[in-house]
């Protein structure tokens, strides 16, 4: 029998190399065929609920690296609940209307203007679908678990007919009104926009200073006098109404050769310095209230603009002076409701100049800028012309610039239940803690919801207009409403007439002849995911609302937490979340926004099939997602290097375990060697930590934890010392049971710990565990901090040992250099320290030889009596020498006593024992 055959070397089946990209879809297989969601659901059944609701991405596309961190941070968290005493069902879900959809119809050559609504409207869901089924593969291929075959769509049925219950509550209790006033316009989707839809982008505009001729001055004012007033959009000169100056300003009329100007005196020298006045004589100082009411000509139209006072005038730029719109501004509007001004608005749906604007009708509002200056050029009013960049509204969809437009449109009416808004938002945990700032400030400054869109695919506005054009929302024809759209669908306002889509005999007094006719605008998509509360969590009998956690990047705090939180408190009063968790933006590795101009995108269907999902879990996990984060190959290839060092360990520890019954070979806790002890209390640690930082959804504290636990604990340490042991001693001696005890222990805990990040690993490693009974880890429970005694004294007399044998392997390091060694086995080692380092050597009962992984070790003298050529350390002076005696062929160890027992002449007196009592033939 040859030596090293009588090794007992790691043995197990558990591949050293992941292969995640072909064995992680094996696994996905298997969980699918048992079913693992429903498993793990009966397995939490009649547990406390916790509830992390799903924001719907939008069914448009591949799924990109935001996508992806966001739902395996989902995952991270409901795996755990799931693991730590909850039941935490999670339901999936999609965002299905709006213009994306439409647009890339049209981009494949649908004509949109050649069919019906409704039979466009069918190709959108068709479309939708597709979408929907290509991403859901996607995202299960991340190892997502949820319920997937029954998630919750916005065009289903049953959500609409939730969406028009909302819809109705907020209309009864006097939230919803039909109002004509500016909104955000995007001429580019031929719609209003809300401002959860805008996004800010550079734009190069036309600066012009345009002077007004008063012609009824009020006693205060010449006539003749030019107020001026600056805009940076000439195209809504045609709409220009009146003229806005501050009440408590000081204006000043100031004298340029021979004519007089009207400007805010804070402003006059930047206006003189851009105008190039000359010498500008101040003849007279003025409030500005005393110009209310003042009459000044339009440069352009035979009528008259009206000097109003207005609050929203600001000295920050321009003449203070402002030029108002009403049709083209909110402020503007403001201020003209409050002086009985008309809502003028020559620009249609497209963005095109009017028949109201005179001779630039027929020009795209951005081609009328040019025009409209040369005219005022021409008639003398204007003062100053150039360019400047600016932050300007662009359609986040399209990324064209929006334009302030006044139609008529339904609103949600914020300011009528913003205080109960406000108290929800400081009832709301929010991590991180600044997420409550943002939306309060959001909230308390926001406009009213402009809710009413001028689109085909969504879901219509329940409203019905009698013969003399009253609206009709009762409770009736909302709960009508609701019914057909639950049983057929929101296709059918699109499909049948309106008297056929009210309750059957209904009647009203604005329609003797019984004829009426219904709303065809279609309501905001943030109305449809913002409604989720109700139409998921309230129509699914396995959910609740208030859900604990809405869990979404930092742009949904303008978005779907913000819509969210408008429909809820309207209906019920409350927020529809306990708490807010949010994440930044993927980033590539320079901290750029990817761009595939730019070709920086990093792509997660590429990262599983080069790297497998669980690496991109790990990333997840490796990341501060509460900022944003960065994400190339290089920092994709360093998360693979930790995962290689984590699944090496748990390697090592299979391999370790073969032979070991975790019913009859466990050894107490009690009868444990104190090396073994002090790393149960280094595992008790680690499960109590990271279990921790599960609770406080602190990924990146779990991944340098089981880093560290692996690679320095572990590796470093424990299981380097072990070998000797595991590999050479009888196969049921005490130490090697002891360390084999420690190792089984270890290896459970680990795979349940990292189960909610490395899913598919865990449930790899799960079955090659030895004892136990469920079939996969994602059925058991987060393990339990262990019952030690004597922890304080074990694991500061332990920890004073680490610092010690860090020493040590210095000097060990230092003495292979200087070839005194090889191995670390070659070695003898004395090492010279103060009495409290003595005392704690010798209370070790542990061999420290095999602790240190040297042939020979020991305690001499004091640290003054240490010899010269002895390497002086920060707790000892450490002599290395070689080791006397003969290598015994079975352990490597240096011994004298090699060749003492006689039938096994190459052999430690240690191993010939063995032999002689587990190996005779």
């Not at 998921?536 to 969210?564: C, H, I, K, M, T």
Request: aromatic share 10%.
């Amino acid at each position: 029998m040859e030596y090293k055959d009588t090794l007992l070397m790691p043995k197990t089946e558990f591949p050293m190399r992941g292969n995640l990209p072909n064995r992680e879809p094996e696994i996905q297989l298997a969980w699918e065929e048992m079913n693992i969601y429903q498993k793990v659901q009966e397995k939490t059944k009649g547990r406390p609920l916790f509830i992390l609701h799903d924001g719907p991405p939008y069914a448009n596309g591949d799924i990109h690296m935001g996508h992806a961190m966001n739902k395996i941070l989902k995952d991270f968290i409901v795996r755990f609940k799931s693991m730590n005493g909850f039941h935490a069902p999670y339901v999936p879900g999609w965002d299905t209307h709006g213009l994306p959809i439409e647009t890339a119809l049209t981009k494949k050559g649908v004509k949109r203007k050649e069919m019906s609504v409704a039979e466009f409207r069918k190709l959108c869901e068709e479309y939708a679908y597709q979408q929907i089924n290509g991403q859901r593969e996607q995202f299960k291929r991340l190892g997502v678990r949820g319920d997937w075959e029954n998630p919750y769509i916005t065009l289903k049925p049953e959500y609409e007919a939730q969406q028009i219950k909302v819809f109705g509550d907020m209309a009864k209790k006097g939230y919803i009104y039909k109002g004509k006033k500016p909104v955000y316009w995007s001429p580019s989707s031929e719609s209003a926009l809300a401002e959860a839809e805008i996004e800010y982008q550079d734009k190069r505009s036309a600066s012009i200073y345009v002077a007004f001729d008063v012609v009824d001055g009020k006693d205060i004012l010449e006539k003749g006098t030019k107020i001026v007033i600056w805009t940076t959009t000439p195209w809504t000169i045609p709409a220009n109404l009146g003229i806005s100056v501050h009440p408590d300003l000081t204006y000043v009329v100031v004298e340029v050769d021979g004519t007089r100007y009207v400007v805010a005196e804070a402003l006059l020298e930047a206006v003189t310095e851009t105008i190039a006045w000359e010498n500008p004589t101040v003849v007279k100082t003025v409030k500005g209230n005393e110009l209310e009411h003042i009459l000044a000509k339009h440069p352009l139209y035979e009528r008259e603009s009206l000097v109003m006072l207005g609050e929203h005038v600001t000295t920050d730029a321009g003449t203070g002076c402002v030029h108002t719109a009403p049709g083209h501004g909110e402020d503007d509007f403001i201020v003209g409701q409050k002086y009985g001004l008309d809502v003028l608005c020559p620009v249609d749906e497209k963005g095109v100049m009017t028949e109201e604007a005179g001779e630039f009708a027929g020009l795209f509002y951005d081609e009328a800028n040019k025009p409209i200056t040369e005219k005022l050029q021409e008639v003398g009013a204007l003062l100053k012309l150039n360019f400047i960049t600016h932050s300007y509204p662009h359609d986040w969809r399209t990324k064209k610039p929006t334009i302030f437009r006044a139609t008529a449109q339904w609103f949600a009416s914020i300011k009528d239940f913003r205080s109960e808004l406000l108290t929800a938002i400081e009832e709301t945990k929010w991590v991180p803690a600044w997420g409550e700032t943002r939306l309060y400030n959001m909230v308390r400054d926001r406009g009213d919801w402009c809710i009413s869109r001028q689109r085909a695919w969504g879901v219509p506005i329940p409203v019905f207009y009698a013969e003399d054009g009253q609206e009709i929302i009762t409770d009736e024809t909302i709960n009508h409403v609701s019914d057909l759209f639950r049983e057929n669908g929101s296709n059918v306002w699109f499909e049948r007439e309106a008297k056929d889509l009210l309750p059957e005999g209904f009647t009203h007094e604005g329609s003797p002849n019984g004829l009426f006719t219904k709303e065809t605008d279609i309501m905001d998509v943030w109305f449809d995911s913002g409604s989720s509360h109700q139409a998921v969590l309230e129509e699914r009998e396995d959910l609740q609302r208030p859900a604990d956690l809405y869990l979404e990047g930092s742009d949904q705090y303008r978005g779907w937490f913000n819509s969210s939180l408008s429909t809820a408190v309207a209906v019920t009063g409350k927020a529809p979340y306990k708490g807010v968790l949010s994440h930044g933006f993927a980033l590539d590795g320079e901290g750029r926004k990817m761009s595939k101009s730019i070709g920086n995108v990093v792509i997660p269907a590429k990262v599983m099939n080069q790297l497998g999902a669980d690496i991109l879990r790990l990333w997840v996990a490796s990341v501060d997602y509460q900022s944003d984060v960065r994400v190339s190959d290089p920092i994709l290839k360093q998360v693979a290097d930790v995962y290689r060092k984590i699944r090496n360990t748990f390697r090592f520890l299979l391999g370790n375990l073969e032979g070991f019954n975790p019913e009859s070979d466990r050894v107490a806790y009690e009868n444990l060697r104190e090396v073994d002890q002090f790393m149960m209390i280094k595992l008790n640690k680690l499960i109590k930590q990271t279990k921790s930082a599960y609770e406080n959804y602190e990924f990146a504290s779990i991944y340098h934890l089981i880093n560290n636990f692996c690679t320095l604990d572990l590796s470093a340490f424990y299981l380097d010392y072990a070998k000797d042991i595991l590999y050479c001693e009888a196969p049921d001696s005490h130490d090697r049971r002891a360390i084999q005890t420690f190792l089984y222990e270890a290896l459970v805990s680990l795979t349940k710990l990292v189960s909610p990040i490395l899913s598919h690993t865990a449930d790899e490693v799960w079955a090659f565990i030895p004892g136990v009974s469920e079939e996969s880890a994602q059925l058991t429970l987060m393990p339990e901090e262990y019952s030690l005694t004597n922890t304080n004294t074990i694991e500061e007399k332990w920890n004073a040992f680490l610092d010690l044998r860090d020493d040590v392997l210095k000097a060990l390091e230092e003495a292979r250099n200087q070839k005194v060694i090889g191995k670390s086995l070659n070695a003898k080692v004395t090492v010279y320290v103060d009495e409290k380092e003595k005392a704690l050597l010798n209370s070790i009962e542990e061999k420290l030889e095999q602790l240190f992984i040297v042939s020979k070790f020991e305690v001499g003298g004091t640290v003054e009596e240490a010899p010269d050529q002895g390497i002086k350390l920060e707790k000892a002076v450490i002599v290395v020498e070689k080791a006397e005696g003969e290598t015994c062929e079975r352990c490597w160890n240096v011994s004298e006593e090699v060749g003492t027992v006689e039938a096994h002449p190459t052999l430690c007196l240690r191993c010939a024992t063995v032999m002689s009592e587990h190996y005779t033939n």
